[in-house]
Nanobody
Framework: QVQLVESGGGLVQAGGSLRLSCAAS????????MGWFRQAPGKEREFVAA????????YYADSVKGRFTISRDNLKNTVYLQMNSLKPEDTANYYCAAKTAGFEYDSWGQGTQVTVSS
């Protein structure tokens, strides 16, 4: 497993932007598929975005496509989530996760709260 620490959450007005970061340590970062998930109060955790070892293998939930961008810096062992045009329904605790391709996510961060006010 790999250790993950998220940062960058906060309070922002609708239409604003935030960039989340997730710093990884413990294993060879570039070997992992990295994902972002979110969980709002009273709701199930949902997939937001994922990225393979290169920027060409990025995937997004329909709800964030065109507004969010996932990226990674394998030299800094960090994955990012740039969130633009934020909406109140984006309010949630955002989690970073890691997995080996073909397997389930098995490393999770502690989460960072994003709150979007209307």
């Amino acid at each position: 497993q790999v250790q993950l620490v998220e940062s960058g959450g906060g309070l922002v007005q609708a239409g604003g932007s935030l960039r989340l970061s997730c710093a990884a340590s413990g294993r060879t970062f570039s070997n992992y598929v990295m994902g972002w998930f979110r969980q709002a109060p009273g709701k199930e955790r949902e997939f937001v975005a994922a990225i393979g070892w290169s920027a060409y293998s990025a995937y997004y939930a329909d709800s964030v496509k065109g507004r969010f961008t996932i990226s990674r810096d394998n030299l800094k062992n960090t994955v990012y989530l740039q969130m633009n045009s934020l909406k109140p329904e984006d309010t949630a605790n955002y989690y970073c996760a890691a997995k080996t391709a073909g397997f389930e996510y098995d490393s999770w961060g502690q989460g960072t709260q994003v709150t979007v006010s209307s």
